[in-house]
């Protein structure tokens, strides 16, 4: 068989782990894999070549995609779709590994349904924000990087009596900021999935703050939080609040970096079971992680489900502020 593997949409630390993975087990099980650069738009262009197995030697500990990657709305046409169909005939390619997130795993769900091109889905997103899976690919690895980089504003932020409003990304979903707020023991957290009075909250919180003799503080901000994003939120806490303050955008820093253990880990597995499933015939689900047990969801699924808000986590920030 041969499998075609790309990346789509965002990077994510441990992508280049999954394709290591696909390309060193379809070896083991006498298969051939091909790598498809820039994601959907490399399929419609017919930009596909072997990938051997020495091609992947020392990637693991690489950010990024070595298959480059790229997002394509010119993949909604379903003539496009054709074309690209008619391309991977061409080269022979009778699998597909998908790694990426939401809009790349309903475009695999569509094509495979369209085109009976077997399709397998690899969860490779920094946002945390796919149903059925409790991880996701470089979520780890941008989570300990925010972390960090918030540890060290803490030390400013300290030696100036400052309010820092660090904003990081996670697109619609507060996975990632809730994590970081945790993990650096912010004093607030903003995210979308926030009650609807938290910004009220976050003024009465800080005042408080103050009150109890705290002079600097720490407020995490999700790039997709309904109240805005940091810096609008910094305009409105200039107004209602008396700290000297600041914004940080931490930005596409979360992206990059040499992949987290645990994302090398899970790349791995997961870029191994996927060619082990489609080698045995399954084709049209995504792989994923349950309660640490490796788990296989229907593609279908994307296009029914809602991502697990942060839920409680959101309330444990405020908690441990005190």
């Not at 229907?298 to 920030?317: C, F, K, M, N, T």
Request: glycine fraction near 12%; charge should be negative; charged fraction near 20%.
């Amino acid at each position: 068989m041969r499998i075609g593997v790309l990346t789509s949409g965002g990077d994510a630390p441990g992508m280049n782990a999954a394709i290591r993975a696909v390309v060193r087990q379809a070896d083991a099980l006498g298969h051939e894999v091909w790598g498809i650069h820039r994601g959907y738009q490399g399929m419609l262009e017919g930009d596909m070549d072997p990938l051997p197995s020495r091609s992947c030697a020392n990637i693991l500990q690489r950010g990024g995609t070595m298959l480059h990657t790229a997002r394509c709305a010119a993949f909604r046409d379903p003539l496009r779709r054709t074309e690209a169909a008619s391309k991977l005939k061409e080269a022979g390619i009778e699998a597909l590994v998908i790694i990426g997130g939401d809009g790349s795993f309903r475009a695999a769900e569509t094509f495979q349904r369209e085109h009976g091109v077997a399709c397998a889905g690899i969860p490779g997103t920094i946002d945390n924000d796919l149903p059925g899976t409790e991880r996701t690919l470089g979520f780890d690895t941008a989570l300990n990087t925010a972390v960090e980089a918030i540890d060290r504003i803490r030390d400013t932020a300290s030696s100036h009596g400052r309010l820092f409003l660090v904003e990081v990304m996670g697109r619609s979903s507060g996975m990632l900021a809730v994590h970081t707020a945790i993990a650096c023991g912010a004093e607030a957290v903003l995210y979308p999935e926030s009650p609807e009075d938290s910004y009220e909250a976050l003024v009465s919180g800080l005042n408080a703050s103050w009150m109890r003799g705290k002079r600097s503080s720490i407020v995490v901000v999700a790039e997709g939080d309904t109240v805005g994003r940091a810096m609008a939120v910094g305009e409105r806490l200039k107004r209602d609040h008396a700290l000297d303050l600041r914004v940080v955008v931490l930005g596409h820093v979360q992206r990059g970096g040499s992949p987290s253990a645990l994302d090398r880990i899970w790349g791995s597995r997961w870029g191994a079971d996927a060619v082990l499933r489609l080698d045995r015939g399954e084709s049209g689900f995504y792989l994923g992680e349950v309660a640490g047990a490796l788990v296989a969801q229907p593609l279908s699924q994307i296009l029914e489900s809602q991502p697990v808000p942060p839920g409680d986590l959101g309330r444990l920030v405020a908690i441990l502020a005190r």
